[in-house]
T-cell receptor
């Protein structure tokens, strides 16, 4: 079946613009995770959903970052007033409950100019 | 101290040799441990998971866990050029929260 998909694959934003990144998890996967991966670094945890409930948002770096999963399937990560330090690859992963992070999407590469 | 530490490398081994990748973690309550392979420009791909002390073998890959030393390693036997990638160690503190190391870049030379 289809894996985790993300869109757009690439996004260039001018500093101060708002962006929205989409994640379509594997059908039936209850858990959904967002990670931020800067160049040369490992993925950094941002937030976690179980169905529509956001159970952990401790990794969101500032209140400019917001994530939602209103119907327990597709998730959107929104970044307001983008800054250059937001430039990174944003990875989404989904899994059956209890198997964290085993299926990653291709990522969205965000470049803030 | 970072929660998950890896030698960033690069680690270079000749084709056919054993590549040894190491990882230490700080949280003694960590429950499960993973190795991911990440090719340049691609997303991480799970290659091994280990949950209890000792060795776990899967083909050319062996994961080793020592919870007392807070140490996990990955051995790749008969290394191939196609194994050249960044290897990420990840530690699961609970079902919801996985922390990654910065990765070790491995190059296998023909």
């Amino acid at each position: 079946g289809a894996g985790v998909s993300q869109s757009p694959r690439y996004k260039v934003a001018k500093r101060g613009q708002d962006v929205a990144l989409r994640c379509d998890p594997i059908s039936g996967h209850v858990s959904l995770f967002w990670y931020q991966q800067a160049l040369g670094q490992g993925p950094e945890f941002l937030t976690y959903f179980q169905n529509e409930a956001q159970l952990d948002k401790s990794g969101l770096p500032s209140d400019r970052f917001f994530a939602e999963r209103p119907e327990g399937s597709v998730s959107t990560l929104k970044i307001q007033r983008t800054q250059q330090e937001d430039s990174a690859v944003y990875l989404c992963a989904s899994s059956l409950v209890g198997l964290a992070g085993s299926n990653f999407g291709p990522g969205t590469r965000l470049t803030v100019t | 101290q970072k929660e998950v530490e890896q030698n960033s490398g690069p680690l270079s081994v000749p084709e056919g040799a054993i590549a040894s990748l190491n990882c230490t973690y700080s949280d003694r309550g960590s429950q499960s441990f993973f190795w991911y392979r990440q090719y340049s420009g691609k997303s991480p791909e799970l290659i091994m998971s280990i949950y209890s002390n000792g060795d776990k073998e899967d083909g050319r890959f062996t994961a080793q866990l020592n919870k007392a030393s807070q140490y996990v390693s990955l051995l790749i036997r008969d290394s191939q050029p196609s194994d050249s990638a960044t290897y990420l160690c990840a530690v699961n503190r609970n079902n919801n929260d996985m922390r990654f190391g910065a990765g070790t870049r491995l190059t296998v030379k023909p």
